[in-house]
């Protein structure tokens, strides 16, 4: 095992292209292992009702001249109280979601999502050990199936061509 990661380092250092998928491969495997990890914890996480202040697209990054260029991310802000202890939140989703004009109905999708009791209160989803972590999306299975296929089909299709 050791010997064919060592191979696999120097092909990549010489630009072949099996080390270089293979160390990508890994990479994703990585990643999408963490990301799911952690929204399987999120999955667990305890909710309460909060007041929601403000939730929006906002523009993100600069002013672009083009409309269809303009890059637009969701916002929100809101307040809950966990025991005697209150607290705010600005964070939605933990699928951060950056979208051009022309694809703002994939962060509307993403925003009709919250769930609200009532006008202007907000299901909070927190973080029981740290409830200052809150979001008012929880991942959802489908998201969760979405992250373990980008952690597996990169390292299937590197054993499907190499070996």
Do not use: H
């Amino acid at each position: 095992m050791i010997q064919y990661l060592t191979d696999m380092w120097f092909l990549a250092l010489q630009g072949e292209a099996q080390g270089i998928y293979f160390w990508a491969a890994v990479y994703a495997l990585a990643i999408c292992s963490y990301s799911l990890f952690y929204q399987t914890r999120i999955r667990c996480w305890t909710s309460t009702i909060g007041d929601l202040a403000d939730a929006s697209l906002d523009k993100f990054g600069g002013t672009d001249v083009v409309a269809g260029d303009q890059q637009y991310k969701s916002r929100a802000l809101y307040s809950y109280c966990v025991g005697d202890q209150s607290f705010e939140g600005k964070r939605v989703s933990p699928w951060i979601v950056v979208a051009s004009a022309n694809a703002r109905f994939i962060l509307q999708s993403q925003m009709s999502k919250i769930q609200s009791p009532e006008p202007g209160k907000v299901v909070v989803f927190y973080n029981p050990k740290r409830p200052q972590k809150s979001f008012l999306i929880k991942p959802g299975i489908v998201g969760q199936l979405v992250t373990a296929a980008l952690a597996l089909i990169p390292l299937l299709s590197y054993f499907y061509n190499y070996l």
